[in-house]
């Protein structure tokens, strides 16, 4: 199978992808704005986050540069408010060109990492680069540790993410994006992970 079937198949059926929204600074200052839809969450103690960034033409993209580089990069969530303005920093800017400048993004300074926050994002992530991991032949996986998490009130009350305050995009195969659509409820029938230091209860 060639690599472009391979692509189209995997994107068509592996469906919906959270989209990581990625800010990230290059050596001289430059903010890159980028989003991924090969990502998701790999670990919780302590908080992992996985965005896999293939190259192209043997080249490195200016996101998986940037972190490769600095090792420090910001995962914004990417929302229905914002997705317009999320996809058009999907387009094919110069290296040396600012998505965030060209476009006029605002951003917010961050508190644990050099590359700064979208402002438009309900949820900013800093991460710092755990592992870098390279997978077959064109792509590799960067593994971040969430070293601070930002988000807004109206999403976050203190305990719980209101997911459908949130609305967060994902992305389907070919040109296509997809909202939350209808919620199901359904009762948990596994135990929630707790923590490490939380001391364990009479054996029965």
Known sequence: MDTAMAYRLLC??????????????????????????SYNYVAHSPPMLAVNIGSRNGDLKDTARNITQTGEFVVNVATEANMELMHQTSAEFAPDVSEVQALDIALLPSSQVRPPRIAVSP??????????????????????????????????????????????????????????????????????????????????
């Open 123 to 204: 949820v900013q992530m800093e991460c710092r680069l755990h592992q870098r991991v390279p997978l077959g032949r064109l792509n590799t996986l960067y593994i971040g540790e969430v070293v601070a998490f930002h988000l807004a009130d109206d999403v976050f009350d203190g305990k719980h993410v209101d997911t459908a305050r949130l609305r967060p995009i994902a992305r389907l195969g070919g040109p296509y994006y997809a909202a939350l659509g209808e919620i199901f409820l359904r009762p948990i029938l596994q135990t929630p992970p707790v923590s490490d230091t939380a001391t364990p209860g009479p054996l029965p």
């Open 12 to 37: 068509g059926v592996v469906a919906p992808r959270p989209i990581a929204w990625i800010t990230s600074i290059d050596a001289a200052g430059v903010v890159n704005a980028a989003p991924f839809s």
